[in-house]
Structure formats: C-alpha cells, structure tokens
C-alpha cells in the first residue's frame, strides 16, 4: 500500500483502497476506507492519521525579533539569536534573555541561564516537560 505523504494523498490511496474492494465484490465505504488506511499506516483511527498529515502553519519566529514566554515556570522576555525551521512545523531556537530565570527550584541552591535552546511546536510549547507535566519552555504566539 501507498503510503500517504499528505492528506489528498491519503484520500486518494483510500479511495483506491475502496475500488479495489469492489473490484473483488466487497461493500467497503469511504469512513471504512479511511479507517483501514489509518490503521494500515500505523495510526489508531482516521482522526489520528489526518492529524499527523494536517499542514501546520510555521511559527512566525524571526531571528533578532523579540519573544515573550516561560522558562519552567517562569516568565521572560528574550531576544531571538537563531530560529531553524525543522520537520512538521516546529522550529529550532536560540534565545537572550532579558533578565536571567532560575532553572532550578530549591531553595538552597541556584542556577541562572541568560540563554536557552529549545524547539519549539506549531503550539508554541516544547516537547520535553517538568514532572507536574508542565512543558519545559512556552513561547507566546
């Protein structure tokens, strides 16, 4: 089976799906179709797969620009050093900030950063999060 690159392509491959069905005399409709592609692609059902497939506009991140957001919990403004598009919309970033944020909760010992990297989703949040589930950096789009 043709593995679907976008979601026209997806469509298209289900609904060839479904005429090769009735070629051979079996009823299969197109939500049936699509149902069987998902999961022939690895997906649970039709909605997870036309999620993975869905166009993601790019965040507007501009190198030199400026960005406001959370560093683990905390707020910030910063500068943009580097912003890298990288696969399905996320994007690759170097941060200055403003003001330095404590990455380090204990009350005994701290540990400022000026700069960060993260990568960022169509979101805005990165994939790595703090134990309470939090995303480690949110950026405000």
């Not at 993260?118 to 950096?137: A, D, Q, Y």
Request: glycine share 8%; net charge positive; with cysteine.
């Amino acid at each position: 089976m043709d593995m679907p690159t976008d979601l026209a392509h997806a469509k298209a491959t289900a609904k060839r799906l479904r005429a090769d069905h009735a070629a051979r005399g079996q009823q299969l409709s197109h939500s049936q179709a699509l149902e069987h592609l998902a999961q022939a692609c690895g997906h649970r059902n039709w909605n997870s797969l036309s999620a993975a497939l869905a166009p993601e506009a790019p965040l507007r991140i501009k190198v030199g620009g400026q960005v406001s957001g959370r560093y683990l919990g905390q707020c910030f403004v910063a500068k943009v050093l580097a912003a890298k598009q990288v696969p399905h919309g996320w994007v690759s970033v170097k941060l200055e900030l403003a003001e330095p944020v404590d990455a380090v909760r204990f009350d005994s010992f701290s540990s400022f950063r000026k700069r960060l990297r993260g990568t960022i989703g169509p979101k805005g949040h990165s994939r790595e999060r703090t134990s309470n589930g939090e995303p480690h950096l949110v950026i405000d789009l």
